[in-house]
C-alpha cells in the first residue's frame, strides 16, 4: 500500500501564516502537520509516500528532508497549483493509483493515533473516512445506509440543515484498492476533468460513482477518535487545544471559559446549567421564529424590563436585565464601590464579585475550617470586627454549594441594614434548592422595606440557556436600578434573549416539571459519588456537587486524568480562593446518563 498526500494549495484562508509557507508547515503545539502525518504514516510499513506539491514547494520538501522519515517519499509537482483545485493534484498521481493500494490524504488534517490503522485493517478494501456531522464541521458530507455504502455527496450548496441528523462529515481521508481506480475512480476522474476542467474537487467524482450499484465504495465511521481540518486560524486554535499535550491540555481548555460545543466528544461538567429545561416544545418555538429574530433589531431596556418584571413580579422601576448577570455586576461594583470601599465575601466562592475590586479591599471570610458549612450567625460574627461596605452572599453558594436557609437571609438583611451595609444575595442557583420551598428573594415586600438589600439572578444556569446571555437585578434602590439601566447599552438583550423572556412565562409548568427531574438525579448522584473509594462528598443545594479527593492522588491530576482519558471536563479548585493548597473538585449535574458516565470513570481511577 501507498499513501498520497495533496498538498499543493495556497491556504489563503490562513492568510498570514501561509505567506511563506504552505498550509501543512503550520505548527500545532510547535509540530508541523506534515510532521505529524508523516510520522503517522511511517508508522503503517507503507511501499511509499507520495506527495503532490505545488505552493513553496521547494520550502516544504528541504523541510522533510530533514525529517527522520524511513518510508521511500516521492514528490509531484503541481506547477499550476494556483489554477487548480485538488482534483488536479490527484490526477497527476493516477499512475500510483493505478499501481497499488492507497491511502489518499489532505495535508491540513490533523489527527489522533489509531485512526489510519483502523482504516488499513479494515478488510473492506474501498472506504470513505466519515465521522457524524456536528456543527462546527464544514464542507462535503455524505449520506448513509444501514450498511455503510454512501448513498450521495452533498457539497456546500446542496447542505440542507434540515437534514443535519442524517449526514456524516467526510473526513478527507480515502482508502481505493488499485483495482477500484484502474476500473472506477481513473475513468470516472479522467472524464470529469475532460467535461469540466481541473477547477473542481476530487470527490464530485466519487459523487457520480457512489450512485453506480458495483461501485463497492463504503465508509468507515471514526469511533470517538479526535480530528480536525484547518482552515483558518479559528480552527488552529481549537486544534492546539484537542491535541495539547497531556499536561498543558486542561489549561488551553480552562483558557476557553466555554465554548465546548466545538468538541463533541467532551462531556463538559465544569460549567453549570439545567440539564432537563428548556423543553423541546420552547426550542421549536425559538426556532420557528429564528428568521425574524435575526434580521429585526431587539427591544430596547425598558421593554425587557417590562419582560423581566412581568415574569418575576417586582415592579419595573424596581428591576433591570443585563446580557448574564456577569454584565449587572460590573456596573453594580463601579457604581456603588469605590477605590476606597470594602467588599466582604466568603471563600471559595463564584469571584466575579472580587474580580471587579481592588484585592486589598476585599475581606475574605474562609469558610474552610468547618468544611465549607456556614450560616448567619457565623458570617455576623466575623464581619461584626471588620469594617466593610457591601457584603456579598452567593446562595446556594458555588462551588461549595452551602445554603442559607431564608430566616438566617432574613437575619443577614436586619443585621447588614442596622450597620449601612449594602447586602448583595445573588440566587443563580435557588432554583434548585429542596430543603425548603419558596426560597427565593425576588419579593417586592421585601426590597420596598429594604433599600440596602440587592438580588441577582443569572437566568443562564437553571433556565438552561447559557448562550442567551440573560441576568437580572432587583432593588428597592430606585436611583441604583436607574443608574444601571442608564450604564447598561440601550439594546444589550439581542432579539433572541428578548423573545426567550416574552415566552418562557408559558412555559412555567415544564420548568417546575424539570426542576422536579432534576433533584431527583442530583439525588441518586450524589448516592452514587458518596460510594467512591477515597472521595469525600461535600452536601449541596445546587446543581453541582464539590468533593475533596483523599488518597495518592490529588484533585488537579484527578482533572488532567478524566480529560485526557476520558473527555470529561471538571473543575479543579486547587488553585481557587479558600482552596490553595487543598484536593477539592467542582461537578456539575447534568442528566442520569452523562452522570453515570462520570461516576464509572471515577470509579475506574480511584477505586
Given at each position: 500500500m501507498d499513501a498520497i498526500i495533496l498538498a499543493a494549495g495556497m491556504g489563503k484562508r490562513l492568510k498570514n501564516l501561509t505567506k511563506d509557507k504552505t498550509k501543512c508547515m503550520i505548527t500545532v503545539n510547535?509540530?508541523?502537520?506534515?510532521?505529524?502525518?508523516?510520522?503517522?504514516?511511517?508508522?503503517?510499513?507503507?511501499?511509499?509516500?507520495i506527495l503532490v506539491v505545488g505552493y513553496q514547494s521547494e520550502k516544504l520538501i528541504n523541510f522533510i528532508e530533514t525529517l527522520k522519515i524511513n518510508t521511500p517519499i516521492e514528490y509531484i509537482h503541481n506547477n499550476i497549483y494556483d489554477k487548480t483545485n485538488n482534483i488536479y493534484s490527484l490526477f497527476l498521481a493516477k499512475h500510483y493509483l493505478e499501481g497499488s493500494d492507497c491511502l489518499i490524504l489532505e495535508s491540513d488534517l490533523i489527527f489522533e493515533d489509531g485512526i489510519l490503522e483502523d482504516l488499513i485493517n479494515d478488510k473492506r478494501p474501498n472506504l470513505a473516512l466519515v465521522d457524524k456531522f456536528e456543527s462546527w464541521m464544514d464542507g462535503t458530507v455524505v449520506t448513509i445506509d444501514d450498511e455503510d455504502n454512501i448513498r450521495n455527496f452533498y457539497s456546500k450548496d446542496q447542505f440542507s440543515f434540515e437534514d443535519i441528523k442524517n449526514y456524516y462529515k467526510t473526513v478527507n481521508i480515502y482508502k481505493f484498492s488499485s483495482d477500484f481506480s484502474k476500473h472506477y475512480y481513473i475513468p470516472f476522474l479522467e472524464a470529469y476533468i475532460k467535461s469540466l476542467g481541473f477547477n473542481e474537487y476530487y470527490e464530485q467524482v466519487l459523487k457520480v460513482i457512489s450512485n453506480l450499484k458495483d461501485a463497492n465504495i463504503k465508509v468507515k465511521k471514526i469511533n470517538k477518535k479526535n480530528w480536525y481540518e484547518i482552515d483558518d486560524i479559528q480552527d488552529l486554535n481549537i486544534a492546539e487545544s484537542i491535541f495539547a499535550p497531556k499536561e498543558k491540555k486542561l489549561e488551553k481548555f480552562t483558557a476557553r471559559y466555554g465554548g465546548y460545543w466545538r468538541y463533541p466528544n467532551l462531556i463538559d461538567f465544569c460549567y453549570l446549567v439545567n440539564p432537563y429545561y428548556p423543553p423541546n416544545s420552547l426550542i421549536s418555538e425559538l426556532k420557528s421564529n429564528f428568521e425574524e429574530l435575526l434580521v429585526n433589531y431587539p427591544s430596547g431596556m425598558d421593554v425587557n424590563t417590562l419582560l423581566v418584571s412581568k415574569y418575576f413580579n417586582i415592579m419595573q422601576k424596581n428591576i433591570c436585565v443585563g446580557n448574564g448577570a456577569s454584565e449587572i455586576i460590573k456596573s453594580l461594583i463601579e457604581h456603588v464601590l469605590d477605590e476606597n470601599s470594602k467588599l466582604g465575601v466568603m471563600i471559595?466562592?463564584?469571584?466575579?464579585?472580587?474580580?471587579?475590586m481592588n484585592p486589598k479591599n476585599i475581606i475574605t471570610?474562609?469558610?474552610?475550617?468547618?468544611?465549607?458549612?456556614?450560616?448567619?450567625d457565623d458570617i455576623i460574627q466575623f464581619f461584626s470586627q471588620k469594617e466593610i461596605d457591601m457584603l456579598v452572599l452567593i446562595n446556594p453558594d458555588n462551588p461549595s454549594g452551602n445554603y442559607l436557609f431564608k430566616e438566617d437571609v432574613e437575619k443577614l438583611i436586619k443585621w447588614t441594614k442596622d450597620n449601612g451595609i449594602l447586602f448583595v444575595v445573588d440566587e443563580s442557583f435557588i432554583d434548585f434548592v429542596d430543603c425548603e420551598s419558596n426560597a427565593t428573594f425576588l419579593n417586592q415586600e421585601i426590597i420596598d422595606e429594604n433599600k440596602n438589600?440587592?438580588?441577582?439572578?443569572?437566568?443562564?444556569?437553571?433556565?438552561?440557556?447559557?448562550?442567551?446571555?440573560?441576568?437580572?437585578?432587583?432593588?428597592?434602590?430606585?436611583?441604583?436600578?436607574?443608574?444601571?439601566?442608564?450604564?447598561?447599552?440601550?439594546?444589550?438583550?439581542?432579539?433572541f434573549g428578548e423573545f426567550y423572556l416574552q415566552i418562557f412565562e408559558k412555559y412555567e409548568f415544564d420548568y417546575e416539571m424539570g426542576l422536579n427531574k432534576f433533584k431527583q438525579a442530583r439525588k441518586k448522584y450524589v448516592d452514587e459519588l458518596k460510594t467512591i473509594d477515597k472521595l469525600n462528598v461535600i452536601p449541596s443545594q445546587a446543581n453541582y456537587?464539590?468533593?475533596?479527593?483523599?488518597?495518592?492522588?490529588?484533585?488537579?491530576?484527578?482533572?488532567?486524568?478524566?480529560?485526557?482519558?476520558?473527555?470529561?471536563?471538571?473543575k479543579d479548585l486547587s488553585n481557587k480562593k479558600g482552596?490553595?493548597?487543598?484536593?477539592?473538585?467542582?461537578?456539575?449535574?447534568?442528566?442520569?446518563?452523562?452522570?453515570e458516565i462520570l461516576v464509572s470513570a471515577l470509579k475506574e481511577i480511584l477505586n
Open positions: 510547535d509540530i508541523t502537520l506534515i510532521e505529524r502525518m508523516l510520522s503517522q504514516l511511517d508508522e503503517l510499513n507503507l511501499n511509499k509516500i471559595p466562592t463564584f469571584e466575579e464579585y472580587s474580580n471587579r471570610f474562609d469558610t474552610s475550617s468547618n468544611n465549607y458549612r456556614y450560616n448567619a438589600f440587592i438580588v441577582v439572578k443569572s437566568i443562564s444556569k437553571s433556565f438552561g440557556v447559557p448562550g442567551l446571555r440573560l441576568g437580572i437585578l432587583a432593588s428597592g434602590d430606585e436611583k441604583l436600578i436607574e443608574f444601571i439601566k442608564n450604564d447598561l447599552s440601550i439594546w444589550n438583550i439581542n432579539s456537587i464539590m468533593c475533596e479527593v483523599t488518597g495518592d492522588m490529588n484533585s488537579y491530576e484527578l482533572t488532567n486524568i478524566l480529560l485526557n482519558d476520558y473527555n470529561l471536563l471538571i482552596c490553595e493548597g487543598k484536593s477539592y473538585i467542582r461537578i456539575a449535574v447534568r442528566d442520569e446518563k452523562d452522570n
